[in-house]
């Protein structure tokens, strides 16, 4: 399976600043997905991001408020944007390394307090 | 579309008790089915995964799940709790085919007492 390296681990923003989540693989993968955890919620996917196309985002998830970058197959960002402290929440990414079969990769996520 | 219901948000067992979480699923073809454990200020860990085959599934730390399509059901058990075992525990779909999309349930909490 893959390892995925995530950074911040946590932050705290102040309101109006954004915040840019970086997500390393050590392997190649085809799709890479940014998902949501409000506090005491489940996951919500926020969008699936592929290798050279525009991030395909989820109902209620706009560009502008979260544009996410995948320059190549080990590599993605989130950007949080205009932060309110909404936003307050943990932010997960996600792979698929072999197909759905063999299951998703999560990493540890970042903790993000806006303020 | 795919969509997970677990039923109670919290279940509470006392340490060598036996553990149950329950999930349904809905789904418009055949399904992956997954449970994963959140345990505090981490992310998440697959603890096993219905694909194909054998309905009843192994995971790691002794948990196992049995697939039932008759009644759209992938409950997680383990016969005896341990105080280690107190986490967040999530049921998942995705679909066999096509855009492969991780549908989450709203999770339950286990807590493990003495």
């Known amino acids: 399976s893959a390892v995925i390296s995530q950074k911040p681990s946590r932050d705290i923003c102040q309101r109006g600043t954004s915040l840019t989540i970086q997500c390393q693989v050590d392997?190649?993968?085809?799709?890479m997905f940014w998902y949501r955890q409000q506090p005491g919620q489940s996951l919500t996917l926020i969008a699936t991001?592929?290798?050279?196309?525009?991030?395909?985002?989820e109902s209620g998830f706009v560009i502008d408020k979260f544009p996410i970058s995948r320059p190549n197959l080990t590599f993605s960002t989130l950007t949080v944007s205009n932060m309110s402290p909404e936003d307050s929440s943990i932010y997960l990414c996600?792979?698929?390394?072999?197909?759905?079969?063999?299951?998703?990769?999560f990493g540890s996520g970042t903790r993000l307090t806006v303020v | 579309a795919q969509s997970v219901t677990q039923l109670g948000s919290h279940v509470s067992v006392s340490e060598g008790a036996l553990v149950l979480l329950r999930c349904n699923y809905s789904?418009?073809?055949?399904?992956?089915l997954f449970w994963y454990v959140q345990y505090p200020n981490q992310g998440l860990q697959l603890l096993l995964k219905?694909?194909?085959?054998?309905?009843l599934v192994k995971g790691i730390n002794g948990f196992e799940a049995e697939f039932k399509k008759s009644e759209t059901s992938f409950h997680l058990t383990k016969p005896s709790a341990h105080m280690s075992d107190a986490a967040e525990y999530f049921c998942?779909?995705?679909?066999?085919?096509?855009?492969?999309?991780?549908?989450f349930g709203t999770g339950t909490r286990l807590l493990v007492s003495p």
């Open positions: 219905y694909t194909t085959g054998a309905t």
């Open positions: 996600s792979v698929l390394p072999g197909g759905a079969n063999y299951g998703y990769t």
């Open positions: 392997s190649q993968v085809t799709m």
């Open positions: 789904s418009s073809v055949p399904p992956y």
């Open positions: 991001a592929n290798q050279g196309s525009e991030a395909t985002y």
């Open positions: 998942a779909v995705s679909a066999l085919t096509g855009f492969q999309k991780l549908v």
